[in-house]
């Protein structure tokens, strides 16, 4: 966790490693018993947070893994903690206000939109609550929370509510098919233990930033991949523990895109679809026009959704 010591400020995100790093903490090596895969050949742990911009820029990459190797994968997702709160004053980052800027530069590097100007604004104290918020969501549907989870990143770097407060968090847990009464009971009740869990199974871990992956077949056998790269180093991971896995074919056309995924910025469109970045925007502009999609702007890009049909 950040403390006033360390040199390292976990929401000053190094694009060049794509991590957002934590100081290092009591860490422990994993074991093969540690991770083993119940349940699909590879177990993916993904160790992130819900205001992690470096996170937020793996989304193009995840998304494609899921859509060819859902089928060899299962990814368990354990929130890290990212910012505990405002008590430290390190890594060039001391207030919330720092924080702009740097999130403009981000959202320039990952291709993704993100308008920093949600920390000029209305910032967040925490990013505590939402992780909390995601583990009361599982304790409800697994899938619904994934779904949860982007609608607060949305929110956050899109949007720029402050996803610390109850009200963001009802409307994103509402927007995901979720019992908004049930969340806020387990929000402050069950989900509390389990996000003190997952920060217990991440120190033990040695995760040090985020996104953490780690991947382990049913052998024991493990693979990490840590920050944020390209989308064959996380392929070339489940190969690795996997090499007879089948990488599933899905149709790339726009409309089943975003039937799976509701949103889709031009860096995702580009990498599902195989459409090169120079046209995806191009592509998608011309299904608004069409009037089929919606485009959403930001300060710095845009996010485009199937039009609602009135």
């Known amino acids: ?41 590879v177990k993916v742990i993904y160790f992130t947070d819900p205001i992690c911009s470096s996170c937020w820029g793996i989304e193009p990459q995840l998304r494609k893994l899921k859509l060819e190797y859902g089928n060899s ?11 505990p709160d405002w008590s430290y004053n390190s890594g060039g980052i001391s207030k919330p206000s720092d924080v702009a800027h740097h999130w403009d530069e ?12 949600v920390w000029l604004e209305d910032p967040l104290n925490s990013s505590y609550p939402p992780s909390i918020a995601f583990k009361a969501a ?21 949007h720029k509510k402050n996803i610390a ?5 009802a409307v994103a847990a509402s927007n995901a098919g979720l019992d908004v009464n049930r969340l806020k009971a387990d929000f402050e009740g069950k989900a509390v233990a389990l996000f003190e869990e997952d920060l217990q199974v991440g120190r033990e871990y040695g995760v040090r930033g985020f996104p953490t992956m780690f991947f382990v077949n049913g052998a024991g056998n493990k693979e990490m991949v ?3 790269k390209p989308y064959a180093a996380y392929e070339t991971a489940i190969l690795k523990l996997l090499p007879g896995a089948v990488k599933s074919g899905y149709d790339k056309n726009w409309a089943p895109l975003f039937s799976v995924y509701h949103t889709l910025t031009a860096k995702e469109f580009s990498e599902l679809s195989g459409t090169p970045r120079s046209d995806s925007e191009k592509v998608l502009d011309a299904l608004v026009a069409g009037g089929h999609l919606e485009r959403i702007d930001t300060r710095n890009g845009a996010m485009w959704k199937v039009k609602t049909r009135r």
């Open 73 to 83: 994968i299962a990814i368990e997702y354990r929130m890290g903690g990212l910012l």
């Open 165 to 169: 407060k109850w009200e963001h968090i």
């Open 106 to 117: 981000v959202s320039a590097y990952y291709d993704m939109p993100i308008d920093g100007d």
């Open 226 to 228: 840590y920050g944020s």
């Open 138 to 158: 599982q304790l409800e549907d697994q899938e619904k929370a994934v779904l949860f989870l982007r609608e607060m990143r949305e929110m956050v770097f899109l």
């Open 1 to 41: 966790m950040a403390d006033k010591t360390s040199n390292t400020n976990p929401l000053l995100c190094d694009p060049a490693t794509g991590v957002c790093e934590i100081p290092v903490s009591q860490q422990k090596g994993l074991t093969a018993s540690d991770l083993q895969s119940k349940e699909q050949p």
